[in-house]
């Protein structure tokens, strides 16, 4: 199972960016999608989150600002990241709970997309 993150790159403090995951592989279904970030000297931390089901939560930092939503046939989850501010600066990390063809489950995690947040 892989997963190919996208869209990172520098926008200056208010900008937007969407970042976009997809997962490849020997998949039967997928679970819950998620966003990480890690910061320069910081621990990964969890952004947001959607269930199967559609339901969302997100780290304090940035609710109302972000939204991820997912397109379930294209095995794919998005991050829209709106307002952004210098401290959501860090690497985007894209993960996936997935179910194997061999029923297997594992968390997959992509290779990371660098957000940069400065004027």
């Known amino acids: 199972v892989q997963l190919q993150a996208s869209g990172g790159g520098l926008v200056q403090p208010g900008g937007s960016l969407k970042l976009s995951c997809v997962a490849s592989?020997?998949?039967?279904?997928?679970?819950?999608m998620a966003w990480y970030r890690q910061a320069p000297g910081k621990q990964r931390e969890l952004v947001a989150r959607?269930?199967?089901?559609?339901?969302?939560n997100y780290t304090d930092s940035v609710k109302g600002r972000f939204t991820i939503s997912r397109d379930t046939p294209k095995k794919s989850v998005y991050l829209q990241m709106n307002s952004l501010k210098p401290e959501d600066t860090a690497v985007y990390y894209c993960n996936a709970d997935v179910t194997t063809f061999q029923l297997r489950m594992t968390s997959a995690w992509g290779q990371g997309t660098l957000v940069t947040v400065s004027s």
């Open positions: 592989g020997s998949i039967f279904s997928i679970n819950a």
């Open positions: 959607i269930t199967s089901l559609g339901s969302t």
